[in-house]
């Protein structure tokens, strides 16, 4: 399909509800052009972004004491459960990689709501999974070292998460033919810094390999990043959208102009995560807002990519996800994302 945002709101996953009813009537009246089914965090420690997607990964258990995920270390037992893996993978087996109810009660509930969801007539529905490098980087093993440095570990892991895409947009194909999947990388801020011993190109060809199977499927990928990083990366990760905290790290991105005007001309489009999730959204308004985006839009423009093709590729979005946030707070973040949405589009 041919598609413009123009500014459209579009959400990032997770929300401080734990009725997923609830979370999905907010979601329905804020972002009801591109409805998402809702990560619950508060509502289980089992929803988080890295426990909801760990089933059927090899090696792996979750440790209900520390809430955290573990890696049992690459001995006999993981390379049978890695064979397994790999095997149901290479015969697309998806069911062996579903999320489970327990998981994701958000996922479940969506995925019974057709009509409601019909009657939005939304552009796209979204869903998301937590990125490859950030989810090895969290799964230690019993020295505390971060399995990204176990390649058999890593390749396990990014086919499951392969997998798991696969599965979760064959269930959003029922709800609507276009999707979007966000890929969720917090940690890829840590990337060339001393704590992080990864190639830029190695984080390329991990992410890319979900992103990859998001287009293949038919879907629009994106990759979001809430902290400063090597930005080359998300653009050379074949993603359709660019997602990020521009309220903290605008000025920090237009450091690519040239990989900018690149990627919009490509038709790339860009979620400018423009209201902060922090406390600073007390001081702020929707012209506030706008200023300091427009402000960002016009020094694109000095490098030669016009303002109303940036205004045509671009989504307005919260800086982060609402999960941890009260709800009072979420909702005006939320009730802003569309303000500001509407400032762009006038």
């Known amino acids: 399909m041919s598609f413009k945002p123009m500014g459209t709101p579009i959400a990032i996953g997770s929300f401080p509800y734990t009725n997923p009813a609830e979370a999905l009537d907010v979601i329905k009246k804020h972002f009801p052009e591109i409805p998402l089914w809702p990560q619950l965090p508060i509502a289980d420690p089992q929803e988080q972004m890295y426990v909801q997607y760990y ?42 990689f579903a999320i489970t109810p327990e998981k994701a009660r958000g996922l479940h509930y969506f995925l019974t709501q057709k009509q409601a969801i019909d009657e939005l007539r939304p552009a796209f529905v979204k869903g998301h999974i937590t990125g490859p490098v950030s989810f090895c980087l969290t799964v230690m093993d019993s020295e505390m070292k971060p399995v990204l440095y176990d390649e058999s570990y890593r390749e396990a892991i990014t086919t499951s998460l392969a997998c798991k895409v696969k ?23 840590s990337l060339g810094s001393s704590m992080v011993a990864l190639s830029a190109e190695d984080a390329v060809s991990m992410i890319g390999s979900i992103t990859a199977v998001v287009r293949e499927k038919g879907g629009l990928s994106g990759v979001h990043c809430c902290g400063n990083t090597d930005w080359q990366v998300l653009f050379d990760s074949g993603c359709d959208i660019i997602s990020f905290d521009a309220y903290e790290f605008g000025e920090n991105f237009l450091l690519y102009p040239d990989s900018i005007k690149s990627f919009i001309e490509n038709g790339g489009f860009i979620a400018w995560g423009i209201v902060p999730t922090s406390d600073e959204i007390l001081k702020e308004t929707e012209d506030t807002l ?30 982060c996800g609402l999960g941890n946030k009260e709800v009072d707070m979420a909702v005006k973040m939320m009730e802003m994302c569309r303000k500001v949405s509407d400032k762009v589009k006038a």
């Open 290 to 319: 706008w200023e300091k985006l427009e402000e960002l839009w016009k020094k694109l423009e000095a490098k030669g990519i016009s303002i109303e093709k940036i205004r045509e590729q671009s989504f307005i979005s919260p800086s």
């Open 55 to 96: 089933e059927g990964m090899p090696g792996i258990v979750y440790d209900e004491s520390k809430m955290k995920l573990v890696a049992t270390g690459a001995d006999d037992r993981f390379f049978e459960e890695m064979a397994e893996t790999m095997t149901h993978a290479m015969e697309e087996n998806l069911e062996y």
């Open 167 to 189: 599965w979760q947009m064959d269930q959003l194909k029922n709800l609507n033919d276009n999707i979007i999947v966000f890929i969720d990388e917090p940690y890829l801020s």
